[in-house]
């Protein structure tokens, strides 16, 4: 059964800093692309970071420049480093595992409970 935990959130000024990490368990996470999305109230979810399987990164537009994806293989862990946060970041951000189809990224079913992030001004 493959298990995602994320950690890692917080609440944070703006300006700071924090990292994620998403342990999983169940699944080589080597073998698979890996993404991170973040949910706010009334806002639509967002896909803000992918990691292919072979290690090539890609942002969305409102995080690029700020947050770094990565992933440990001997921890079987992925992780999202934030920095210089602002109060839009504030979300639950979840990590996923997934493929790349044409360019697109797809989430496996599997989804971890998430981790709350608040960014105050």
């Known amino acids: 059964q493959v298990r995602l935990v994320e950690s890692g959130g917080g609440l944070v000024r703006a300006g700071g800093s924090l990292r994620l990490s998403c342990g999983v368990s169940?699944?080589?996470?080597?073998?698979?692309?890996a993404g991170w999305f973040r949910q706010s109230p009334g806002k639509k979810r967002e896909l803000v970071a992918t990691?292919?399987?072979?290690?090539?990164?890609d942002y969305a537009d409102s995080v690029k420049g700020r947050f770094t994806i990565s992933r440990d293989n001997a921890e079987n862990s992925v992780y999202l480093r934030m920095n210089s946060l602002k109060p839009e970041d504030t979300a639950v951000y979840y990590c996923?595992?997934?493929?790349?189809?044409?360019?697109?990224?797809?989430?496996?079913?599997?989804w971890g409970q998430g981790t709350q992030v608040a960014v105050s001004s």
């Open positions: 996923t595992l997934g493929t790349f189809i044409a360019l697109t990224y797809y989430p496996n079913s599997e």
């Open positions: 169940g699944i080589v996470v080597s073998n698979m692309a």
């Open positions: 990691l292919s399987v072979s290690g090539i990164p």
